[in-house]
């Protein structure tokens, strides 16, 4: 190649990096005023003491005003399961609790598991008539259809129904605070706090940074907003006639959308979207800790690509399909915020090409090679304003995860920044190309995660 050439090359490559850099710096800058109104938000809210966690409202054993229908789908649980069912009815004393568990016919394996945890009986163990997996969605409306049988035969009416996963870790008081708190609200999520694992500091880890602070902050200010509250899919409870209501609006008899791949999510922007009454509650026990659905989530970069490419397919692309946008202020905010995934993904994977392509041009510059191309006054104040956003992210960050695990974790979450940013490219690029294809006819499916037994709690999932 020759010099000419290489001279060519390099004020190509100048050039390239100076757009990219325009494109980068704006759309940074545009998400962090996006976060900082949050921040601002929530910091209000904080002044006025209304981000405040609340006592509990009842004693944890105290009789529910209705029976709890507790719905937890699987497809090949049998490691997490069984004692997930067993540390339920453990923990939830209560006579008016059920909890239908179901599974497939071609799932012995998870049947015998839940066979198992049989004996008790709240139980009720509801097998698919058909070979799985089908979706999420398709389990919870064969679940729903068991309590409507059951109610017909027993002569009883359901007064919630609440969702769980297979390897969820319930608290005590969570059923009592649920039941008491659908006084006066159709929905109601409690917040979700994934266990850190001493094998996966950095990818199980990143998920305790990630809901540290949408479930300190972001949740906490939206259901002061008035904005539709996403279900979580664990930890949420909905009422009977809430539940019906969609059914009802779906005209199928189901509640539960088996073509969406996070129904949950969706759930809960229906119910506000039909007029009900939604609450993101943050209750403390009498030790000061948070009542909320502790999860061990993937501790691999492959289990935690594939499960969050299914929540951004379902809540960027099925959500925009689905549910569309609504014109209120509040709400037309959130659900951009809901949406801006795919977007970020391009973003961060620009913003890393800038720091590979760096020390390139620097050395190309240093002996001469090429002439820089100078930021304008804009571009610089751009690049300004987002390394003081950086920061304060940071800042955010720390305090968040640390409020919830400690200073080390606090730290941790620092440097597992990176380790969240280069997922989510990953997973960017995987949902759009799975979306793809789904418009060309491939169909999506259940593409969950596997979950395993925690080998320090003997009896309990992770």
Known sequence: ???????????????????????????LALGALDEGAMDLLWLGLVATG???????????????????????????????????????????????LRIYAGCYRNDTATLRAMMAAAGDPRLRIVVHDCDGPTTKADCLNRLYDALRMDEARGGFRARSVVLHDAEDLVHPAALSELDAALDHAEFVQLPVLPEPQAGSRWVAGHY???????????????????AGLPGAGVGCAFSREAIEGIAARRGAGHPFAPDSLTEDYEFGLLIAESGGRERFLRVRDT???????????????????RQKT???????????????????????????????????????????????LWPVLYLARRAGLVTPLRPSAALAALLAFNFVALGWRM????????????????????????????????????????????????????????????????????
């Open 310 to 356: 299914r929540w951004l397919i379902g809540i960027a692309f099925q959500g925009w399909e689905r549910l569309g946008w609504q014109l209120r202020p509040a709400e037309l905010w959130m659900r951009l915020r809901d949406r801006r995934g795919p977007l970020t993904a391009v973003v961060l994977a620009a913003a890393y090409l800038l720091v590979v």
């Open 395 to 462: 800042a955010m960050r720390f305090a968040f995860t640390a409020h919830a695990y400690g200073w080390a974790e606090g730290a941790r979450a620092l440097l597992r920044m990176p380790v969240s940013n280069v997922i989510a490219i990953i997973v960017g690029r995987r949902a759009i190309t799975t979306y793809l294809r789904s418009l060309l006819g491939v169909e999506l499916h259940w593409d969950k995660t596997a979950h395993r037994l925690h080998p320090a709690l003997p009896g309990l999932v992770a």
């Open 287 to 305: 030790e000061g800790a948070l009542v909320a659905t502790r999860e061990f989530f993937p501790s691999t970069i492959e289990a935690a690509t």
């Open 1 to 27: 190649m020759g010099t000419e050439t290489v001279h060519t090359v390099l004020a190509a490559l100048a050039l390239f990096q100076h757009e990219l850099l325009v494109f980068a710096a704006f759309w």
């Open 50 to 96: 209304r981000t405040r966690s609340q006592p509990l409202a009842r004693a944890p054993e105290s009789p529910l005003r209705g029976v709890a229908a507790v719905l937890v789908p699987a497809w090949q649980e049998q490691e997490v399961v069984g004692a997930m069912l067993r540390h339920c009815l453990d923990s939830w004393p209560h006579a008016e």
């Open 208 to 226: 305790a940074d990630e809901f540290a602070e949408a479930h300190g902050k972001t949740m906490v200010v939206r259901d002061w907003l008035g």
